[in-house]
């Protein structure tokens, strides 16, 4: 199993990340912002949380226009699976590779601590070591992490079950308590709080095993 986790100028959740994926079993590669393709058989990409370019602009934007970002679109366009967490989450909407745009919180506060987030479906590689239903605890970090889209888009998004995780109390002011979303083939999730800063039960908390440990699943009997 291979992991591929991007590091942009001020990424500050890659080794996170990547420590987080090789727990379950991954072989890692951190993969510079400027290369222009991902290694070969790289199963899943994960986009990592931070402040790439200082979010001077827009958040994500300017990561979004990073050579690798090509690669990391036809990756996912091919059907390979991808996660943003955090600035990962806004550059995924940035490329146009998930839905919608991540606002400034609605408090317009920087907000770092733990909340808890309801998982909305299971079925999917990401959520499958979770029940319907489940409430867990994730830390958020982020000053821009409100999630906006049209009314279209977040009716297509709860009628093919792509919502997979919700604010148990929404901290930010994102719509429908938004907190991650899939793409419409459910290989690409986006999601605003740190699973992998729930990893380790020295940080905290282990709620977010579940997830790496389910890609791991997922890969290893591929």
Same mark, same amino acid.
């Given at each position: ?55 001077? !602009? ?43 745009? !991540? !606002? ?20 999917t590689a990401f959520t499958s070591g ?58 690409? !999730? ?33």
């Open positions: 199993m291979r992991a591929a986790v991007i590091v942009f100028p001020g990424s500050n959740c890659d080794r996170d990340l990547a420590v987080a994926f090789e727990r379950e079993g991954f072989k890692v590669d951190m993969v510079w912002h400027k290369d222009a393709a991902l290694p070969d058989d790289v199963d899943i990409v994960g986009v990592p949380g931070g402040f790439s370019y200082g979010d001077y !602009l827009r958040c994500g934007a300017i990561a979004a226009q990073s050579p690798i970002c090509q690669a990391v679109k036809a990756h996912t366009e091919r059907g390979g699976y991808a996660i943003g967490i955090c600035n990962g989450f806004q550059v995924l909407t940035e490329t146009g590779i998930l839905p919608g745009a !991540l !606002l400034r919180n609605a408090g317009l506060k920087y907000i770092c601590r733990t909340v808890p987030l309801v998982v909305e479906t299971a079925h979770y029940g319907k239903g489940d409430r867990i605890l994730i830390p958020i970090a982020h000053h821009d992490g409100n999630y906006y889209a049209d009314d279209d888009t977040i009716a297509a998004l709860r009628a093919e079950d792509r919502i997979a995780f919700t604010y148990g109390e929404n901290p930010n002011g994102s719509r429908g308590d938004i907190a991650g979303i899939l793409s419409a083939n459910r290989r690409v !999730l986006g999601m605003m709080p740190h699973p992998e800063r729930a990893a380790d039960a020295g940080h905290g908390g282990t709620d977010g095993v579940a997830l790496f440990r389910a890609l791991s699943g997922v890969f290893a009997t591929a």
